[in-house]
Each structure stands twice: as structure tokens, then as C-alpha cells.
């Protein structure tokens, strides 16, 4: 059995503040690469892994195994299956990109036994199996259903009146409010600069202890674009609207902390991409990973891009799937 994940763009949480309630929140979206493909076998006992012999990078092997090994886990125990599985990775990304690749490694690892095993549980459920989902559920969002998704965050009194990340202070997966198909006519491309760190220094759960609770006003506003702007303008297929609105979206809330603390060539490259004629230029979740709308009429973008980073990154097209994982028995 295969299983085929897509990976995504997470754009922004939406309440870093916490005042009326709730927290968390986020917007995001599926695209169509890279990809993380993974076939299973079953096997006598215990958990095996290996990797196409094109899988020679050491990090995306290291930390391959960790998830796939504690999803495996995870959901045997859980579960009280009673085989043994072997993974093969056909396919996978870079971790710490931005891209989420942690989610999906895990959801699709958890999939494959439940499938062998004849269980049918939601993305959601195993979320809160495997330990994911406690900041955001874009991830999940991505894998199951694709498309431009949207989670409605957590009740404070669920996450301990706390803002910290799932890694601190966990909670059950939040639901989806809302799922839009994307344009698929619209391209995008994804810069990834060759970065020291992916948040210069600190751990994710100190910069959220230092920067939060986020001004409520920022939240405000953010919210406004995001339902009032962004979702309205992408239905009616506006996409000087929609770049307009991802370029805000940079300089409010948490979003703003995200792109503050990364190193300064990410931060050069956004603004380069801009400069280049992208209709919006964004990072992805906590970076380095940029992306820049663009449409067909664009067609230098792509490659003043490459040329920009050189051989100091990478950069790729992609669009929106706005479908979730391919299951292939």
C-alpha cells in the first residue's frame, strides 16, 4: 500500500493574544509539492524502514525514521494492533523548512496501519493520537481534505488559559471552519534560502513565552483581512486582492514575530521576490520557506528568483492541490 501526502503553506495563526477566549487559529494552503510518498508492507514484528536509494540526504533520513517510528508507535499502542509493519520512503522533503513535513510524515505513517488494520478514523483523530495539532491544524487540513483551509484555534480553557505551542502546553487538534478550493491557474513559487537556523537562536517555545501574548489590535486586523478580505477576494478569483492581503498579512500578530526573528536573507528575500513582481510574498510558518503568487503573465519571476539565491538555496514552482492525500492499496 502507498500512501502520497501533499505539503503546505502555513500563512499565519490568527490569535496570539488570547482575550476573547480563544487562541491559535490559522489560515493555510495545500500544494501539490513536494511530496512525501511512503509504501507498507506487512511484516512479521516490529517496525523496519528504508528509502529509495534517491534518498541520500542524512537529515530528511534521520528524521524520517524519528516520525515514522513514533507514529508507528503511537497508533499500535493506541490501538492494540497486534502486526508488524516495513516502510519503504519513495519520496520526501527537507525538514524544518516550513513546509510541514513533520505532519505529514506522521499522518501518513499513522494512515497506512489504520488502513491495514481496517480502521477508519478522521485526520483530526489521529492528530490527537500522534501529538499534533496542538498550535495548528493546517497540516491536517492539508493531508485530508487540500485546498485553502482554515482552523478555528482552541478554547484557552482546553490549552491551561495558555498561548505557548503544543510542544509546552498540548491540546486536542482544533476543528477547520472552513475549506475553499484554491485557483489552480495561479502558480507559485517557493524560495528556500540556506538559513543557520530556522528562528536565529531560540526555540519555538521561547519565542512564543517572549513574544506573546501579540497586541490585540493586531489580532483585530488580522482577523478582518483574513475574513473580510482574504476569503471574500480569493472566491471571486482576485488575485491582486489576495497578494495584497498576504502582504499584510506579514507585519500583523504572531506572523510579524515569525518574519522579525529570521535570519536576514529570508528576510531579504521576501522582499527581492516583491521586488521581482510577485502579486504577494509570504513565509511559511516559522520560514525559511518564502513563497510569491504569481500568475502565467509572470514569467521572469521564476527565474530572477533562481537567479537571486544562486547557489545559496533553492526554489521551485508549484500550485494549489486542493485535494488531500492519495491512498494507493
Given at each position: 500500500?502507498?500512501?502520497k501526502?501533499p505539503s503546505?503553506?502555513?500563512?499565519t495563526?490568527i490569535d496570539?493574544?488570547?482575550?476573547?477566549?480563544?487562541?491559535?487559529?490559522?489560515?493555510?494552503?495545500?500544494?501539490?509539492k513536494?511530496?512525501?510518498?511512503?509504501h507498507?508492507?506487512?511484516a512479521?514484528?516490529g517496525?523496519?524502514?528504508?528509502f529509495?536509494?534517491?534518498i541520500t540526504?542524512?537529515?530528511?533520513?534521520?528524521e524520517?525514521i524519528?516520525k515514522?517510528s513514533?507514529?508507528?508507535e503511537?497508533v499500535?499502542?493506541?490501538?492494540?494492533?497486534?502486526d508488524?509493519?516495513h516502510?519503504t520512503?519513495e519520496e520526501?522533503?527537507?525538514p524544518?523548512?516550513?513546509?510541514?513535513s513533520g505532519?505529514?510524515?506522521?499522518?501518513?505513517?499513522?494512515k497506512?496501519i489504520?488502513e491495514f488494520n481496517?480502521?477508519?478514523?478522521?485526520s483530526?483523530?489521529?492528530g490527537s493520537i500522534?501529538?499534533?495539532?496542538?498550535?495548528?491544524?493546517?497540516?491536517?487540513?492539508?493531508?485530508e481534505?487540500g485546498?485553502?483551509?482554515?482552523?478555528?484555534?482552541?478554547?484557552?480553557?482546553?490549552?491551561?488559559?495558555?498561548?505557548?505551542?503544543s510542544?509546552?502546553?498540548p491540546?486536542?487538534?482544533?476543528?477547520?471552519i472552513?475549506?475553499?478550493?484554491?485557483p489552480?491557474?495561479w502558480e507559485?513559487v517557493?524560495?528556500?534560502?540556506?538559513?543557520?537556523?530556522?528562528?536565529?537562536?531560540?526555540?519555538e517555545?521561547?519565542i512564543?513565552?517572549?513574544?506573546?501574548p501579540?497586541p490585540?489590535?493586531?489580532?483585530?486586523?488580522?482577523?478582518?483581512?483574513?475574513?473580510?478580505?482574504?476569503i471574500?477576494f480569493?472566491?471571486?478569483?482576485?488575485?491582486?486582492?489576495?497578494g495584497?492581503?498576504?502582504n499584510?498579512?506579514?507585519?500583523l500578530?504572531?506572523?510579524?514575530v515569525?518574519v522579525?526573528r529570521?535570519?536576514?536573507?529570508?528576510r531579504?528575500?521576501?522582499?527581492?521576490?516583491k521586488?521581482?513582481?510577485?502579486y504577494?510574498?509570504?513565509?511559511?510558518?516559522?520560514?525559511?520557506?518564502?513563497?510569491?503568487l504569481?500568475?502565467?503573465?509572470?514569467?521572469d519571476?521564476?527565474?530572477?528568483?533562481?537567479?537571486?539565491?544562486?547557489?545559496?538555496?533553492?526554489v521551485?514552482k508549484?500550485?494549489?492541490?486542493?485535494?488531500?492525500?492519495?491512498?494507493i492499496?
Amino acid at each position: 500500500m502507498i500512501i502520497k501526502t501533499p505539503s503546505r503553506l502555513h500563512m499565519t495563526l490568527i490569535d496570539l493574544n488570547g482575550s476573547y477566549g480563544r487562541a491559535d487559529g490559522g489560515i493555510g494552503l495545500t500544494i501539490d509539492k513536494p511530496n512525501f510518498t511512503l509504501h507498507c508492507d506487512l511484516a512479521d514484528k516490529g517496525i523496519t524502514i528504508e528509502f529509495n536509494e534517491k534518498i541520500t540526504d542524512e537529515e530528511i533520513k534521520n528524521e524520517a525514521i524519528k516520525k515514522i517510528s513514533k507514529a508507528a508507535e503511537n497508533v499500535i499502542s493506541h490501538f492494540n494492533f497486534e502486526d508488524g509493519f516495513h516502510f519503504t520512503v519513495e519520496e520526501a522533503y527537507p525538514p524544518h523548512s516550513g513546509l510541514g513535513s513533520g505532519t505529514q510524515m506522521s499522518l501518513a505513517t499513522a494512515k497506512l496501519i489504520c488502513e491495514f488494520n481496517e480502521k477508519n478514523i478522521s485526520s483530526i483523530e489521529m492528530g490527537s493520537i500522534l501529538g499534533r495539532g496542538g498550535s495548528s491544524g493546517i497540516g491536517m487540513g492539508a493531508f485530508e481534505q487540500g485546498g485553502f483551509v482554515v482552523d478555528g484555534g482552541h478554547d484557552l480553557k482546553d490549552k491551561g488559559w495558555s498561548v505557548l505551542p503544543s510542544s509546552v502546553n498540548p491540546a486536542k487538534p482544533p476543528q477547520l471552519i472552513g475549506r475553499y478550493d484554491f485557483p489552480e491557474e495561479w502558480e507559485l513559487v517557493v524560495g528556500i534560502c540556506d538559513a543557520d537556523t530556522t528562528v536565529t537562536g531560540m526555540k519555538e517555545d521561547d519565542i512564543f513565552e517572549k513574544y506573546c501574548p501579540v497586541p490585540k489590535r493586531e489580532v483585530e486586523q488580522l482577523s478582518h483581512i483574513i475574513f473580510m478580505n482574504l476569503i471574500p477576494f480569493l472566491l471571486e478569483k482576485n488575485i491582486d486582492a489576495v497578494g495584497d492581503c498576504i502582504n499584510r498579512i506579514q507585519s500583523l500578530g504572531f506572523k510579524n514575530v515569525e518574519v522579525y526573528r529570521q535570519a536576514q536573507n529570508v528576510r531579504n528575500l521576501i522582499d527581492s521576490m516583491k521586488q521581482f513582481g510577485a502579486y504577494g510574498v509570504g513565509m511559511s510558518s516559522f520560514g525559511p520557506a518564502v513563497y510569491g503568487l504569481v500568475a502565467k503573465k509572470n514569467k521572469d519571476f521564476y527565474e530572477a528568483t533562481k537567479d537571486y539565491l544562486g547557489d545559496n538555496g533553492v526554489v521551485f514552482k508549484t500550485k494549489a492541490q486542493n485535494h488531500g492525500h492519495e491512498l494507493i492499496k
